[in-house]
């Protein structure tokens, strides 16, 4: 919770839900009342006398599983843990969120800590005989069904760990998160709202922030209604990935408003310490970008991931310049927008790596590759300036007349 600042609702209920504490906790819960149902429920079932034979060994299955959950939950959080010190040291700090968020790490985590509360639970209960023999028939068949949830958890989790946390999963694991962005922008420029024209008026009363942070989510839908219910129109000038001092401005006015209208209009703004992925294709990019400059700095020296990154980022910048697959609409008529600045965001990803790569062959081969492509199917003139930046970044730096000649023929 320490890097939330003002969210709406909906966003917050959405950023707690990644966190691996709450499915720890609902699974746990979940486990708990596994153990105490038992009891409520074993009066109502009939006698089953091999069943009942067999619930016998309940107490030591239920040890076996307690004892086992601790040590195999201990060496889980341990790879996890090592994951994200690896991802930090290796790749880039802003990963370790997209690692924490990994669905098969929170499940196998969360089954083995439920798992244990229950068989916990369960010996307690055998303990003060709070189960008679029907009883001891459901904690059995409870104890075989959890017996096979574990068993599919640790195949999946062994599985998975073949590439956890390896820079090839990160690379793929940041594209992702930056993919529903670049779809988001593909089919909505605005977010939805009306695309902001070049030169308009920029006067106009305007909405201060009353905190510093990112623009982290902006509620459009809420800042229509408020909109809509003053009969005014509001336009965005700061948008998801911008920072806001306090005292800058949010929004531009059509109209005066009341101090009850400005906290609607200001509560449609989630500001964090921290920028996100979900409306914010800049910051994926970014991400993306620090890895191939971590990996060519001279303690690292890995071209080859500079390389992998160069590919990713531009699957993600071919996702947003493909045709919409739906006819843009229009659906916050009273908000304006302004588009992504495509200069700016090729700038954000390429010129970084055009920097620390500047003397390798390989990686400007490839960065004018991807450029190309770029200005073929994306916004040409942003990714001209960029091949053109590289290029005469890379002649300074590279070594050799054949190695500039080489670079000259891949830009054609």
Wanted: glycine share 8%; with cysteine.
């Amino acid at each position: 919770m320490a890097d939330i600042l003002d969210r709406g609702w909906a966003q917050r209920l959405r950023e707690q839900l990644r966190k691996m504490w709450v499915r720890v906790v609902l699974y746990s819960l979940a486990g708990v009342a596994l153990a105490l149902v038992a009891p409520v429920i074993g009066p109502i079932l009939p006698y089953v006398p091999k069943i009942n034979l067999a619930a016998g060994s309940v107490g030591s299955l239920l040890n076996i599983i307690a004892s086992s959950m601790l040590t195999v939950t201990t060496f889980s959080m341990s790879i996890i843990v090592g994951a994200y010190g690896s991802a930090t040291s290796n790749a880039t700090p802003r990963a370790t969120r997209l690692l924490a968020e990994d669905n098969t790490a929170q499940n196998a985590v969360s089954i083995f800590i439920g798992s244990f509360l229950f068989s916990v639970v369960g010996i307690i209960g055998l303990a003060a005989d709070l189960y008679a023999d029907n009883a001891r028939i459901v904690l059995f068949v409870a104890t075989l069904l959890d017996i096979a949830l574990i068993s599919w958890a640790l195949l999946r989790w062994v599985n998975h760990l073949n590439d956890f946390g390896r820079m090839s999963d990160i690379i793929e694991r940041i594209e992702q998160a930056a993919l529903p962005a670049a779809r988001l922008y593909r089919d909505q420029p605005a977010l939805g709202a009306v695309l902001l024209p070049p030169g308009q008026d920029d006067s106009g009363p305007q909405l201060l922030s009353d905190q510093s942070g990112y623009v982290v989510h902006i509620d459009f839908s809420r800042l229509q209604n408020a909109a809509k219910a003053a009969g005014i129109k509001v336009t965005v000038l700061r948008m998801p990935g911008k920072y806001v001092h306090r005292g800058e401005a949010l929004l531009r006015l059509s109209a005066a408003a009341d101090d009850l209208l400005r906290d609607e209009l200001r509560a449609g703004f989630s500001l964090g310490y921290a920028r996100g992925f979900d409306q914010d294709l800049a910051y994926g990019l970014i991400v993306l970008s620090e890895v191939a400059s971590k990996a060519l700095s001279p303690a690292i020296n890995d071209p080859g991931t500079a390389i992998e990154v160069l590919r990713a980022g531009t699957r993600v910048l071919s996702v947003l310049h493909e045709p919409s697959q739906a006819e843009v609409l229009v659906t916050y008529d009273r908000v304006s927008a302004p588009p992504i600045d495509m200069a700016s965001l090729y700038a954000g990803f390429f010129a970084p790596i055009a920097r620390d790569g500047a003397g390798l062959l390989e990686v400007q081969e490839t960065l004018q590759d991807c450029l190309g492509a770029l200005n073929r199917i994306g916004d040409a003139a942003a990714a001209e300036q960029q091949a053109q930046q590289a290029f005469d970044r890379a002649r300074q730096a590279l070594g050799e007349d054949w190695e500039t000649q080489a670079l000259a023929l891949s830009r054609g």
